[in-house]
């Protein structure tokens, strides 16, 4: 399992993001789609829009970010949870800030991992983007093809490495759920994005990536290992009252998906001139701003926000998930 390669502790970077918008649209999968097939949570540059052409760089259109680092302009987005009431009804999942960052609004605690072997690390090139996960899941089979997408049940609000499940934890889950998405460390070198978002990055096919593993010749360039984790505040819904009388969980993602194999993440690459290659270059010690990268504080970050571009409810009670969405299994 990708979790077990390292824990957050050991990141190069990381990033707290705070929420930008809440929209349905998906530059990577439906490009120029205003009302795209399902809701997306998204953090990072507030250029984010329907069609994000690879040409130009995020960093020459953005004005602010919702991320810590001010030279990280890059987007990431994942569907959005929602409850489903015993009346068929829906309600989203408020999102938290991460664990000693709790003061962002909602949003993704983003990692950016240096290789077990302290190789060296070719940062992600304009133009950048990929894809991990498969909304359409609804099996282990059909999930199989994808690695590092877990659900970890919080006990306590610092609950890592246990309770971990591939699906939506069947539960009552004191804390909340975390949703972890780990994305693959190594690139063919060529392709800055595919037909599939994701064909153009791949794990080793010989031995472990944790333990060290090399990246296979198909895919021999080494890139960041980048991963989010996302806080869903559940809390308020641990009630055998509030759940299905079958017990079965009452958790949906926004395209539909009542399983969990469905999870998914997009990343879009926007960080500004050769700052992240500098900071890898850096060889910083875990969380350690060796290369002296610009920050800003949480609660600035908190302010960039940016404009729905589909006009629709996504909060209240709902009779329907957002661009009405089927629920299926």
Same mark, same amino acid.
Request: hydrophobic share 35%; net charge negative.
């Given at each position: 399992?990708? *979790?077990?390669?390292?824990?957050?502790?050991?990141?190069?970077?990381?990033?707290?993001?705070?929420?930008?918008?809440?929209?349905?649209?998906?530059?990577?999968?439906?490009?120029?789609?205003?009302?795209?097939?399902?809701?997306?949570?998204?953090?990072?540059?507030?250029?984010?829009?329907?069609?994000?052409?690879?040409?130009?760089?995020?960093?020459?259109?953005?004005?602010?970010?919702?991320?810590?680092?001010?030279?990280?302009?890059?987007?990431?987005?994942? $569907?959005?949870?929602?409850?489903?009431?015993?009346?068929?009804?829906?309600?989203?999942?408020?999102?938290?800030?991460?664990?000693?960052? =709790?003061?962002?609004?909602?949003?993704?605690?983003?990692?950016?991992?240096?290789?077990?072997?302290?190789?060296?690390?070719? $940062? /992600?090139?304009?133009? /950048? %983007?990929? %894809?991990?996960?498969?909304?359409?899941?609804?099996? +282990?089979?059909?999930? #199989?093809?994808?690695?590092?997408?877990?659900?970890?049940?919080?006990? +306590?609000?610092?609950?890592?490495?246990?309770?971990?499940?591939?699906?939506?934890?069947?539960?009552?889950?004191?804390?909340?759920?975390?949703?972890?998405?780990?994305?693959?460390?190594?690139?063919?070198?060529?392709?800055?994005?595919?037909?599939?978002?994701?064909?153009?990055? $791949?794990?080793?096919?010989?031995? %472990?990536?944790?333990?060290?593993?090399?990246?296979?010749? @198909?895919?021999?360039?080494?890139?960041?290992?980048?991963?989010?984790?996302?806080?869903?505040?559940?809390?308020?819904?641990? @009630? &055998?009252? *509030?759940?299905?009388?079958?017990?079965?969980?009452? /958790?949906?993602? #926004?395209?539909?998906?009542?399983?969990?194999?469905?999870?998914?993440?997009?990343?879009?690459?926007?960080? +500004?001139?050769?700052?992240?290659?500098?900071? /890898?270059?850096?060889?910083?010690?875990?969380?350690?701003?060796?290369?002296?990268?610009?920050?800003?504080?949480?609660?600035?970050?908190?302010?960039?926000?940016?404009? %729905?571009?589909?006009?629709? &409810?996504?909060?209240?009670?709902? =009779?329907?998930?957002?661009?009405?969405?089927?629920?299926?299994?």
């Amino acid at each position: 399992m990708v *979790l077990s390669l390292a824990g957050p502790a050991s990141a190069t970077l990381k990033l707290s993001c705070s929420q930008l918008v809440i929209d349905r649209i998906d530059p990577l999968v439906e490009p120029g789609v205003i009302g795209s097939s399902h809701l997306h949570q998204i953090v990072g540059g507030n250029s984010f829009n329907a069609t994000m052409n690879p040409t130009i760089e995020p960093s020459s259109l953005s004005t602010c970010t919702s991320c810590t680092f001010l030279d990280d302009f890059s987007n990431y987005w994942t $569907a959005s949870m929602y409850f489903q009431a015993r009346n068929g009804s829906f309600k989203r999942i408020q999102q938290l800030g991460s664990l000693y960052a =709790e003061k962002a609004t909602g949003g993704i605690t983003v990692y950016y991992f240096d290789p077990p072997r302290k190789s060296n690390v070719s $940062a /992600f090139k304009k133009g /950048f %983007r990929m %894809r991990n996960g498969d909304p359409t899941a609804r099996d +282990k089979a059909s999930a #199989s093809a994808f690695r590092g997408i877990t659900y970890t049940c919080l006990e +306590k609000e610092d609950t890592r490495f246990t309770n971990i499940t591939d699906v939506f934890p069947s539960k009552f889950c004191k804390y909340g759920i975390l949703t972890t998405i780990y994305f693959p460390p190594c690139w063919d070198g060529v392709n800055l994005d595919m037909p599939d978002h994701h064909s153009h990055v $791949a794990y080793p096919t010989e031995g %472990r990536y944790e333990d060290g593993a090399i990246c296979p010749n @198909s895919h021999p360039v080494q890139i960041p290992q980048l991963a989010y984790e996302i806080r869903w505040d559940t809390s308020p819904y641990n @009630s &055998a009252e *509030l759940w299905p009388e079958d017990g079965s969980q009452p /958790f949906v993602w #926004s395209s539909g998906d009542k399983t969990g194999y469905g999870s998914h993440g997009d990343y879009l690459f926007g960080w +500004k001139g050769d700052s992240l290659q500098r900071a /890898f270059n850096a060889k910083c010690t875990p969380l350690v701003n060796c290369a002296n990268l610009p920050t800003q504080e949480i609660a600035v970050a908190n302010t960039c926000t940016k404009k %729905r571009m589909v006009e629709e &409810a996504v909060d209240g009670w709902l =009779e329907e998930l957002p661009g009405g969405v089927e629920v299926d299994a």
